[in-house]
């Protein structure tokens, strides 16, 4: 059975720092390119961060560059997302996906406030 699970979200100050993480079981999570993404309240899909499976080619969105980290351990099939300096806008449900949106979590609550 294919499983992606996300955890490490909460609640933070604006500022703060949390640090996401997705354990992959049921597939070959080396083979596989990956996505952060991301959907606040009352608002649509948005993709946050991708990082390819063998070359680990990286992308983000224009407004977490510089204070989003994305990384990949294939030995033990994880996927994190550190992120730094959040804003309020950063508050959502954030999801680890595989690239072409065949496995996805059920997400980790980020909430940014005071």
């Known amino acids: 059975e294919v499983q992606l699970a996300e955890s490490g979200g909460g609640l933070v100050q604006p500022g703060g720092s949390l640090r996401l993480s997705c354990a992959a079981s049921?597939?070959?999570?080396?083979?596989?390119?990956m996505n952060w993404d991301r959907q606040a309240p009352g608002k649509g899909l948005a993709w946050v961060s991708g990082?390819?499976?063998?070359?680990?080619?990286?992308s983000y969105r224009d407004s977490v560059k510089g204070r989003f980290t994305i990384s990949r351990d294939n030995a033990n099939n994880t996927l994190s997302l550190h992120m730094n300096r959040l804003r309020s806008e950063a508050t959502a449900l954030y999801y680890c996906?595989?690239?072409?949106?065949?496995?996805w979590g059920k997400g980790t609550l980020v909430t940014v406030s005071s």
């Open positions: 996906a595989t690239l072409n949106g065949y496995y």
């Open positions: 049921g597939f070959t999570f080396s083979m596989y390119a």
């Open positions: 990082m390819k499976s063998g070359c680990g080619s990286i």
